[in-house]
C-alpha cells in the first residue's frame, strides 16, 4: 500500500521569499510518480509539477521545483518568491506505474503574508 | 493539457433526492476518474470511469450509490444517489490523457454540493 504524509498542516511565508511545503511517502513499489497539486479556495485543483522515480534530475516548473530524494523518500515542494496569490491549500500526490490511482496526503495550508 | 469542466458547480440539494454532474473534456482521453473530497479532508478515489463497460469502483463506494456512465472518449457523468448530508462534498473529475503518459493527470473545476 502507498502512504503519503505532509506533516505541516499549515505553513506562513512572507511575501517574495521562498517556502519549502515537506512531503515523504512509503511505498515497495519500484517505479512510481510523485504529484504536486494546488487548490485555492475555489476548491479546483491546479496540476504544478511532477517527478518520476528515476528521473535523475529534480523536477522544476516556473517558480516550483520539487526537491526529490529518493533514499529518505520525500519529495518537497520548494516555491521560490513567494507571491500572494500562492496562498492556498498544497496536496503532495503519488501513483505507482501501472495505476491510474493517485493517493493523496492530508495537505499544507500555506499562507503567504505581505 | 486537456481543459476540464463540470456542470454543475455547486449545488444545493434536498437529503433522499439525486445529483447528476457532468464533466466534459475537450480532448480524447483514456482514463476518467471521480474524486470526493469531505470538507477538510483530502481526496479518495470514488471511482474510475470506463469507456463502454461499468465504471470500477473502489473500496467503499458502490454503484447503486454512486452510478457512472461513460459514453465516450470525452465525456462522463457521477450520479450521488439518495442524497444524505454526509455527501456534501467537492467532487472532482480527474483525466489522464490518450497517451497514458504517467506525468499529466489533470482535475476539473470541482462541484462543490451541500446536502440539507
Known amino acids: 500500500a502507498q502512504k503519503i504524509t505532509q506533516t505541516q498542516p499549515g505553513m506562513f511565508v512572507q511575501e517574495k521569499e521562498a517556502v519549502t511545503l515537506d512531503c515523504t511517502y512509503d511505498t515497495s513499489d519500484q517505479s512510481y510518480g510523485l504529484f504536486w497539486y494546488k487548490q485555492p479556495s475555489s476548491g479546483e485543483m491546479i496540476f504544478l509539477i511532477y517527478q518520476g522515480s528515476y528521473d535523475e534530475q529534480n523536477a522544476t516548473e516556473g517558480r516550483y521545483s520539487l526537491n526529490f530524494q529518493k533514499a529518505r523518500k520525500s519529495a518537497n515542494l520548494v516555491i521560490s518568491a513567494s507571491q500572494l496569490g500562492d496562498s492556498a491549500m498544497y496536496f503532495c500526490?503519488?501513483?505507482?506505474?501501472?495505476?491510474?490511482?493517485?493517493?493523496f496526503g492530508e495537505g499544507t495550508q500555506l499562507t503567504v503574508n505581505p | 493539457s486537456a481543459v476540464i469542466s463540470q456542470k454543475p458547480s455547486r449545488d444545493i440539494c434536498q437529503r433522499g433526492t439525486s445529483l447528476t454532474i457532468q464533466c466534459q473534456v475537450d480532448s480524447q482521453v483514456t482514463m476518467m476518474f471521480w474524486y470526493r473530497q469531505q470538507p477538510g479532508q483530502s481526496l479518495t478515489l470514488i471511482a474510475t470511469a470506463n469507456q463502454g463497460s461499468e465504471a470500477t469502483y473502489e473500496s467503499g463506494f458502490v454503484i447503486d450509490k454512486f452510478p457512472i456512465s461513460r459514453p465516450n472518449l470525452t465525456f462522463s457523468t457521477l450520479t450521488v444517489s439518495n442524497m444524505s448530508p454526509e455527501d456534501s462534498s467537492i467532487y472532482l473529475c480527474?483525466?489522464?490523457?490518450?497517451?497514458?503518459?504517467?506525468?499529466?493527470?489533470?482535475f476539473g473545476p470541482g462541484t462543490r454540493l451541500t446536502v440539507t
Open positions: 500526490a503519488m501513483r505507482k506505474r501501472g495505476s491510474s490511482r493517485l493517493t
Open positions: 480527474s483525466v489522464e490523457d490518450i497517451r497514458g503518459v504517467m506525468d499529466e493527470q489533470y
